[in-house]
């Protein structure tokens, strides 16, 4: 298995945001059942994308995507956060 955790290019910015909201939604309904309700909206996954200081990194193993993380880091008071993480669904 070849793992590496790279930074999200353009290129995969869609996909890694269909698996990240096909992932908080089969997590909650697994846990609360069945909803019309989207879980994650894409606009929140927007603002995270978009925060200053923000960075997307995507979780990959043999080539193939299969999870990412959106951290900010804050470089003058190095109060860093992650903001969001997750496994692909069927990982």
């Known amino acids: 298995m070849n793992f590496s955790l790279v930074t999200l290019t353009d290129e995969d910015l869609n996909q890694y945001k269909a698996d990240m909201q096909e992932a908080f939604q089969k997590g909650f309904e697994d846990v609360f059942g ?3 309700d989207i879980i994650l909206p894409e606009k929140d ?3 995270s994308l978009n925060e200053k200081g923000s960075v997307a990194y995507k979780a990959v193993v043999d080539g193939e995507m299969v999870g990412g993380a959106v951290v900010v880091i ?7 956060h992650l903001d969001f993480l997750y496994v692909k669904y069927g990982t």
């Open 34 to 36: 069945k909803t019309e």
């Open 45 to 47: 996954i927007d603002n």
């Open 74 to 80: 804050d470089e003058k008071t190095q109060h860093n």
